[in-house]
């Protein structure tokens, strides 16, 4: 099964191999593990954000001093920083996000679906190269592939991982948690 | 607060002998109000973005230790990004200074009241943030205490400077974003720059 795979393992020995420095995150349960491995990464700054659009800010002065960011963040948080990816767009900073899916695949909070559902077309109309990823398997790879298009042509890139990858969880599920 | 401190006389007073400081300047009056003070590579000037300025400051300062930043900014583009004072509170970089020039109007958009005409304190906010150090400044025999902190006090600083709401000559920076980044850091890492 491709689910044996340890993708944020994986995904965090790419960010470090790429040279990332900085990683703005606001907490996510799909990016738990892999925020925890850059916590831990005395190579790698993590700033927890008070709303993603923070990390809009951060990875262009990060940009502009010399350092790489990656930003973490579930589809939700895409909503926030709409705006702010016009200002990564007009310049061509280099920008690679790691999203994970919510109000996709099995939902079971009806509130997240309008985002979810909507995450690629607002990414696409605000100039984002968006790669969706359903295994497992495939996501490091893909984060490879978004780093090196990031940085070679200063784009911005979302690796869109899906509940298909997370899980899906249920009222009862996340109550007890 | 009746303030009679003159906006372009602050900004010019806190970039003179700048040094090798790193800027970034908030949309609208600061970004005009630094280009009157001397366009210059090492001044990010934003077009833009409203509210990301002092997070742009955040990840200079965390890039660049060793050099100190600055982001000058107006009271209603730190009001949309309050936020990020408490993530710059949690990383505490001890080279960043944001600088609000503080007219307590929208000063783009017709001169309406911003949230600090009603007493919205952004310094107690910075300081309930965890900023080292957290003021509003009146006077005009307190500017050079703040260059000087900009320069050499160990921040993370915060200052909201009180200026009158009048309007002056608006002095407008190169507006292509390619254009600003790229000489940014050409200037600030050199011709290595271009082909990072």
């Not at chain 2, 002092?54 to 583009?77: F, I, K, N």
């Not at chain 2, 309406?112 to 300081?127: E, P």
Request: charged residues 20%; neutral net charge; glycine residues 10%.
């Amino acid at each position: 099964m491709s689910e044996a795979i340890d993708w944020p393992l994986e995904v965090h020995r790419i960010l470090s191999a790429a040279k990332l420095r900085q990683v703005g995150y606001v907490p996510d349960a799909g990016h738990k593990r892999l925020i925890e491995l850059c916590r831990a990464d005395d190579e790698m700054r993590a700033v927890p954000l008070t709303t993603e659009e923070e990390g809009i800010g951060l990875a262009v002065g990060a940009w502009l001093g010399g350092e790489r960011c990656a930003l973490l963040m579930q589809s939700s948080g895409v909503g926030n920083i709409i705006n702010a990816l016009g200002t990564i767009k007009e310049c061509r900073f280099p920008l690679p996000m790691l999203i994970t899916m919510r109000g996709e695949y099995g939902e079971f909070n009806p509130w997240q679906v309008p985002m979810g559902q909507a995450t690629p077309a607002v990414l696409e109309a605000m100039g984002v190269v968006v790669q969706p990823v359903r295994e497992a398997a495939g996501i490091p790879a893909a984060v490879d592939a978004a780093l090196r298009l990031a940085y070679n042509s200063y784009v911005a890139t979302a690796v869109l991982i899906s509940q298909q990858v997370i899980g899906i969880k249920s009222f009862q599920e996340q109550a007890a948690r | 607060m009746s303030a009679n401190l003159k906006r372009r006389d602050v900004v010019a007073r806190l970039l003179a002998e700048r040094g090798d400081l790193l800027v970034v300047a908030g949309l609208g009056s600061t970004a005009w109000d630094c280009t009157a003070a001397g366009d210059h590579p090492l001044t990010f000037p934003l077009w833009g973005a409203m509210g990301q300025a002092a997070m742009m400051g955040l990840g200079l300062a965390l890039a660049h230790p060793s050099r100190r930043v600055l982001v000058v900014t107006g009271d209603g583009e730190m009001l949309m990004g309050m936020g990020s004072l408490a993530t710059i509170g949690v990383q505490r970089p001890a080279n960043l200074s944001v600088v609000v020039i503080d007219n307590e109007r929208y000063g783009e958009t017709g001169m309406q009241a911003t949230h600090t005409a009603s007493g919205v304190d952004l310094a107690a906010v910075a300081r309930a943030c965890g900023f080292a150090h957290a003021s509003t400044l009146t006077r005009e025999s307190e500017i050079a205490a703040l260059r000087a902190a900009v320069h050499a006090q160990p921040g993370p600083n915060f200052a909201a400077v009180k200026v009158v709401a009048d309007k002056v000559p608006i002095v407008l920076p190169p507006r292509d974003g390619g254009l600003l980044k790229a000489r940014f850091r050409r200037a600030l890492l050199g011709d290595a720059a271009d082909t990072q």
